[in-house]
C-alpha cells in the first residue's frame, strides 16, 4: 500500500508542471501588450505638435497603464513559476531581480492589488479629464469601483499584518 501511496504522491507533485504552459502563455500575453505599447506610441507621435497638453498627459497615462500591466504581468509570471513550478536557475545573471525568489502568495497579492489600484487611478484620472463626456452615474460607478479597489488592498494589507502578528 506504501508505494500507492508514494505514486499519488509523485503525480500530484509533478501535475505542478500542468501549469508551465499557462505561464508561457502569459509570456505571449507580455509579448502582445509590448507590441499594444509600441502601436499607441507611434500612432501619438504624428499628433504630438497640434495636441494639448490634456491630450498627451492621457496618451502618457495609457502608455503608463500599459507599462504597470505588464509588470504586473512579468511579476506574476516569475512569482507564480517559482512558487508554483519550479525555481529559475539564472546563474547567478548580474540582471536578477531582487525579488524573484523572495515574492511569496501573500507579497504577490498585494502586488497584484497595488498594481490594480493605480491602474484604477489612472483609468479614473482619464475620466475626469473628460468630465464632460461622461454621466454623472458613469463617474460615480467608476469612483466608487476604484474605492472598492482601495478598500480590498488595505483590507488586504490589514489582514496580512495580522497573520504575522499572530504567526
Request: aromatic letters at 10%; zero cysteines; glycine letters at 6%.
Amino acid at each position: 500500500m506504501k508505494w500507492f501511496e508514494e505514486t499519488i504522491e509523485w503525480v500530484i507533485f509533478q501535475s505542478r508542471w500542468l501549469l508551465a504552459p499557462l505561464y508561457l502563455g502569459l509570456v505571449a500575453a507580455l509579448l502582445l501588450l509590448g507590441f499594444k505599447f509600441l502601436q499607441e506610441l507611434v500612432s501619438y507621435v504624428p499628433k504630438i505638435v497640434t495636441s494639448s497638453s490634456d491630450d498627451t498627459v492621457l496618451a502618457v497615462l495609457s502608455l503608463i497603464d500599459l507599462v504597470l500591466v505588464g509588470n504586473l504581468v512579468l511579476l506574476v509570471i516569475f512569482a507564480g513559476y517559482e512558487n508554483f513550478v519550479s525555481k529559475i536557475e539564472t546563474n547567478g545573471h548580474p540582471d536578477r531581480p531582487s525579488w524573484m525568489g523572495s515574492v511569496d502568495m501573500s507579497g504577490l497579492k498585494f502586488s497584484l492589488i497595488v498594481s490594480i489600484v493605480a491602474i484604477s487611478a489612472i483609468q479614473l484620472l482619464k475620466s475626469f479629464m473628460h468630465v464632460e463626456q461622461l454621466t454623472d452615474r458613469q463617474l460615480a460607478w467608476q469612483a466608487g469601483i476604484h474605492g472598492v479597489f482601495v478598500v480590498s488592498g488595505l483590507l488586504l494589507a490589514l489582514s496580512d499584518r495580522l497573520k504575522k502578528k499572530s504567526g
